[in-house]
């Protein structure tokens, strides 16, 4: 199979629509419900509850994406990585974490969370779903960093 900026472009294109779909859904639900007034209940643990929220946020849109990426970076400083599918699993996974990341922030947007940790959590999602966005100037920009051709005849697993 050919791969080509193109074709690696829409691959990831896919693959964060697939992801993201259900993510996208329950953000629109529950800015309706938010609109409306409807809340999720907390109780008395809101401040803990805003807290926790807004920690899983952080980590899963910025601190585990950093992790990864510098894991990847050292892998391949080591010549462990040098074909595209190590690149698409990577890339994967730091779309997968954004998607956890807009649950979360979603989740404390809900809840009526204290606006500190509930602007934290979406400013974290947002960061988190922008770095995975697939253009292609930062695709040929992850290319050139791995030393991976823009365009090479590979097979598929």
Same mark, same amino acid.
């Given at each position: 199979m050919k791969i080509d900026i193109k074709s690696i472009t829409l691959k990831l294109t896919g693959i964060l629509s697939l992801i993201f779909a259900l993510p996208l859904i329950y953000f629109i639900s529950a800015a309706i419900l938010h609109n409306r007034g409807i809340f999720l209940p907390t109780g008395e $643990? &809101? !401040?803990?509850? %805003?807290? $926790?929220? $807004?920690?899983? =946020?952080v980590t899963t849109g910025a601190a585990l994406p950093v992790l990864v990426r510098t894991r990847f970076h050292r892998k391949y400083q080591s010549g462990m990585i040098t074909n595209f599918q190590d690149y698409i699993k990577r890339e994967k996974l730091l779309i997968f974490f954004s998607a956890l990341s807009l649950l979360s922030a979603t989740t404390a947007y809900l @809840?009526? =969370? #204290?606006p500190l940790y509930t602007y !934290? %959590?979406?400013? #974290? #999602?947002? +960061?988190g779903i922008y770095g995975v966005l697939p253009f292609e100037a930062r695709i040929i920009n992850d290319l050139r @960093? +791995? &030393?991976?051709?823009e365009t090479a005849n590979v097979e598929e697993k």
């Open positions: $643990f &809101k !401040g803990m509850i %805003s807290f $926790f929220l $807004f920690l899983v =946020s @809840t009526n =969370s #204290a !934290g %959590s979406v400013l #974290a #999602a947002l +960061y @960093t +791995y &030393k991976l051709p």
